[in-house]
């Protein structure tokens, strides 16, 4: 438990500080950089797009580390579950339908986590975006580093958020998806059940009217036979 705390906790200190890296290295690069406005030349408005494209793709890289532990660890819980279902021989083979659909579904859900991060930072960080335009039409100086570095914190944080939500509604449809098929293969095997109870009780009754019916035909000539041996001794009389 201490080995994978100790480790959790320094990857958690790498993405820190190679996050901290590129918002540093994009706050001083654009906050030395000239106001960015309509009148800004062509080679002004390249050089800044280059460079926030540049921050993206260092980000970029950061983000598909996260991004892929976070894919990996819904993989892993949907496995677990999957091992757990299968581990039963009857759910292995009647539930073997259900398996295959919720593995399709399971696919659907993790195709929405990675790009979480990274489409995020792109859209923002981007001379498009209004927030971060209007940061860039400010003049160089230590204001336009100091809000260039909050916002691309911000957007930082904003894109971790947006991944957590993703992973956490994956993790949420899957549980639910599991448990909705898990409760509709119950309620089949207890209407199957019922329907056991039913034909068999069915059966009970239609062999309870043969058992009367035969004892009924058997019970008829001994009653004969007693009317019988009375109406002779009446007649002897």
Request: hydrophobic letters at 35%.
């Amino acid at each position: 438990m201490g080995f994978f705390s100790n480790l959790l906790s320094s990857a958690a200190k790498w993405v820190k500080d190679k996050v901290k890296k590129a918002v540093n290295w994009i706050s001083e690069k654009l906050g030395d950089s000239k106001p960015l406005n309509e009148t800004s030349s062509v080679q002004q408005v390249n050089y800044t797009s280059d460079a926030l494209w540049e921050y993206s793709n260092q980000y970029r890289r950061i983000a598909r580390d996260i991004e892929n532990d976070c894919l990996t660890l819904v993989q892993q819980r949907f496995e677990e579950t999957m091992n757990l279902l299968t581990s039963r021989d009857e759910l292995r083979s009647e539930f073997k339908q259900q398996i295959k659909a919720l593995r399709r579904r399971h696919q659907e859900l993790c195709a929405a986590i990675p790009d979480a991060i990274t489409n995020v930072v792109a859209k923002r960080v981007s001379i498009d975006d209004y927030e971060c335009r209007q940061i860039l039409s400010l003049s160089a100086g230590d204001s336009k580093r100091y809000k260039l570095r909050n916002f691309c914190e911000a957007v930082v944080q904003e894109a971790n958020d947006n991944l957590a939500h993703r992973v956490q509604v994956a993790l949420v449809k899957q549980t639910n998806e599991i448990e909705d098929a898990l409760d509709e293969y119950m309620e089949e095997k207890e209407r199957g059940l019922k329907g056991m109870q039913e034909a068999f009780a069915d059966l009970e009754k239609e062999a309870s009217k043969e058992t009367a019916e035969t004892n009924r035909k058997r019970y008829l000539p001994m009653k004969l036979v007693y009317i019988t041996e009375k109406a002779k001794n009446l007649f002897a009389v």
